[in-house]
């Protein structure tokens, strides 16, 4: 009977995931990007790689596992579950063979089953040209974001003024992109990427190439003994991201799976960060277990150029700016002030469920970085070149999966016993319904490298000590609680905190899902962290406890083939004694429209907020187009509404509009300096068309 129940599950949830890929991706999208709190993301890595096996799902017969690892869904013991089942009966025959590994429950393979598939015929290894010409993609992006209200910034004034002022900018709002891209499978990518940001000029003075950014990159991967070529612009990823990580990792989330980072050794850039990447060239070469990644890039970067006179006029970099925005007098000034370079490799060996990883990198600049010292940073990287050494590792011994990282950053000045940073972990699948996992990490306040990602509390990987446990308990089939609590300690000050500090942070979230057409869930966070009183007299500045809860509600309903809603309440408090206590609640409604027989879909949302203060502003996801971002803070008093139209024509093209509008109750104006609008209505408009052969 239990069979038979898992079968009817796995045979209507794939018709479901048959149905609407848009939708299964889209809340893989809005569970990762709620983490980082935002508006300013991008996770197009992400989406593409979940798209690809979307359209080429992973053979269960023929994987080692990474790839596996690659869709954010399973556990190294549910991996390595399934790499033991085949090992020990053979290939799957069947993808229902699935419900009969312990730790691979009906909601877990509802999630993975639109990504993989069982195959008997191993993939081709050999690319022709024929061939990947003739089942190659070739897509084009454009995409057109007007600037809807008139800003400050953007007053016409005098030569003499704009170039005097860092008030006014140079070019007009609107921003432009453009993507071109080749890609067969996995195996083969070539594109360049380019993007004008608002108030950048376009083909005139400081762009007259045009676009203010530029990317390219052309990437292979499949070989037998070069398993992975890029030249152009890349990104590395090595073990769980203390040492080199240049892309987006995930921080605390209700997933206990997402603490573990699942390093991906070289892959195309396509995004348009214009600086967590590298550019140059990389190789990643394979002989039985063993690999070894080797890359060098070297790359223009936005700085703050000084010359001290006092020293034969030595010239020196004091501020590394990572916006990308060229708009002002001042931004185009810092455009390209220094030259970085980066050079590494990183060994692997894997034989099973083991694996070890050591990594040597070294980061250096043409001129000398020596921004200003303060208290909170004088242990920071001055200077002109560092290295950095590790060494990481995971194993899977039945339910349990334990992985970690050591990394220690070499600079000629700093004490041999200082620069270290670890982090060590386990996972446990106690029961088929019960998982843990527990999280140790050491960073000490020396440590520093300026690509990372390792799991933290703060926004670097430094200066941080501190543990986290996380549970999974499906507690009844519809029932389900994911919890997590974490505590550290900031053993030296940091900014706007003058003292060591410390704080906690808990997560509690049940789960009611009694059928795949509704789910509804709840959550509680509570965050206590320590940062400068409010009450300082300006000799000694006492640090207090600032404690904040969210609570949230979330209800998802599929009402028929052709409608969603989805409603959510979120109320947040903040206390502190050096202020009054704040609050701050949203409310939004969604409406998703998606008629099967029509080539047309619809997202609308409606929203009503209220804040005491921007510091109790609310972050929430919202619907836009294939690889844009938006995860707005709502705060202050209004409403916020949109509608999202995406049409497909001419069986190769899509084409996306997205119009959204904020207004304020309470405000005569709308931000401050040359962003400032006059009024209580803030607009935005997105166009974007998709042509795909």
Not at 670 to 687: M, R
Request: glycine letters at 6%; aromatic letters at 16%; one cysteine or more.
């Amino acid at each position: 009977m239990r069979r038979f129940c898992c079968i009817l599950l796995l045979i209507s949830s794939a018709n479901l995931f048959a149905q609407d890929r848009n939708e299964v991706i889209q809340q893989r999208i809005e569970f990762i990007s709620e983490q980082f709190q935002s508006e300013s993301l991008d996770l197009t890595n992400v989406i593409e790689q979940l798209n690809f096996y979307f359209d080429h799902p992973i053979n269960l017969n023929a994987t080692s596992g990474e790839e596996l690892e690659e869709l954010y869904l399973l556990s190294g013991v549910q991996i390595n579950e399934l790499l033991l089942h085949r090992k020990a009966y053979g290939k799957l025959i069947s993808i229902y063979e699935l419900q009969s590994l312990a730790y691979w429950d009906p909601q877990i393979i509802q999630l993975v089953l639109p990504f993989v598939r069982v195959d008997d015929r191993l993939d081709q290894l050999h690319i022709t040209w024929k061939e990947a010409m003739k089942e190659g993609r070739f897509e084009q992006y454009l995409r057109y974001q007007p600037n809807m209200q008139f800003k400050a910034g953007y007053a016409n004034v005098s030569d003499s003024v704009l170039q005097s002022s860092n008030k006014y900018y140079y070019g007009n709002g609107d921003r432009y992109y453009s993507r071109f891209r080749y890609t067969y499978k996995t195996n083969i990518s070539v594109g360049i990427t380019a993007e004008k940001d608002a108030g950048e000029q376009f083909f005139k003075g400081s762009q007259k190439p045009g676009f203010d950014f530029y990317s390219a990159h052309a990437f292979f991967k499949g070989g037998k003994y070069v398993k992975s070529v890029a030249v152009g612009d890349f990104q590395v990823q090595i073990g769980q991201g203390l040492n080199l990580w240049s892309s987006y990792a995930f921080g605390k989330t209700a997933d206990l799976t997402t603490m573990k980072r699942t390093a991906i050794p070289i892959r195309a850039y396509t995004s348009v960060d214009e600086s967590r990447f590298l550019r140059g060239v990389a190789a990643d070469f394979g002989y039985k277990n063993w690999s070894l990644l080797m890359f060098a890039s070297q790359k223009k970067m936005d700085g703050v150029s000084v010359s001290d006179t006092s020293y034969d006029d030595l010239e020196f970099v004091s501020t590394i700016d990572l916006t990308g925005l060229h708009r002002t007098t001042s931004e185009i000034a810092k455009k390209n002030g220094l030259s970085e370079r980066i050079i590494g490799a990183n060994i692997r060996y894997s034989n099973g469920a083991f694996r070890w990883g050591g990594a040597v990198v070294h980061q250096g600049y043409d001129r000398p970085y020596n921004k200003d010292i303060q208290y909170y940073n004088q242990f920071d990287f001055r200077g002109t070149q560092f290295t950095s050494i590790s060494s990481d590792y995971s194993y899977v011994f039945k339910n349990m999966n334990v992985f970690g990282e050591v990394s220690k950053v070499l600079r000629p000045e700093m004490d041999p016993q200082k620069g270290w940073a670890m982090v060590h972990a386990a996972m446990m699948s106690l029961d088929p319904r019960f998982s843990f996992g527990l999280l140790y990490r050491n960073y000490q306040k020396e440590y520093q490298t300026l690509y990372n990602a390792g799991f933290s509390e703060g926004s670097n990987t430094q200066n941080e000590e501190g543990t986290y446990a996380a549970l999974k308990w499906k507690v009844a089939t519809a029932w389900t609680v994911n919890a997590y609590v974490d505590l550290f300690k900031f053993p030296w000050m940091k900014y706007g905190v003058d003292a060591p500090s410390n704080g906690h942070e808990i997560l509690i979230q049940p789960v009611y899902k009694p059928s795949k057409t509704f789910e509804i869930y709840g959550r509680f966070r509570q965050q206590l962290r320590q940062k400068n009183s409010r009450n300082s007299d300006g000799t000694v500045t006492e640090i207090e406890d600032v404690l904040q809860r969210n609570y949230r509600l979330n209800m998802s309903c599929v009402l028929n083939e052709f409608i969603s809603l989805k409603t959510r309440l979120e109320y947040v408090t903040i206390h502190r004694p050096s202020n009054t206590p704040e609050k701050g609640m949203l409310l939004t409604q969604d409406l998703i429209f998606k008629p099967k027989s029509r080539p047309y879909d619809l997202s609308f949302r409606f929203a009503l907020f209220d804040t005491d203060s921007y510091d109790t502003r609310i972050y929430t996801f919202e619907s836009n187009a294939l690889y844009v971002f938006a995860v707005p803070a709502y705060y202050y008093q209004g409403s916020r509404a949109y509608v999202l139209l995406r049409y497909s024509f001419w069986r190769s093209c899509d084409l996306w509009i997205k119009y959204g509008v904020f207004l304020y109750e309470n405000r005569s104006t709308i931000s401050s300096g040359p962003e400032q609008i006059t009024g209580n209505k803030k607009s935005d408009l997105l166009i974007q068309l998709r042509i795909s052969l």
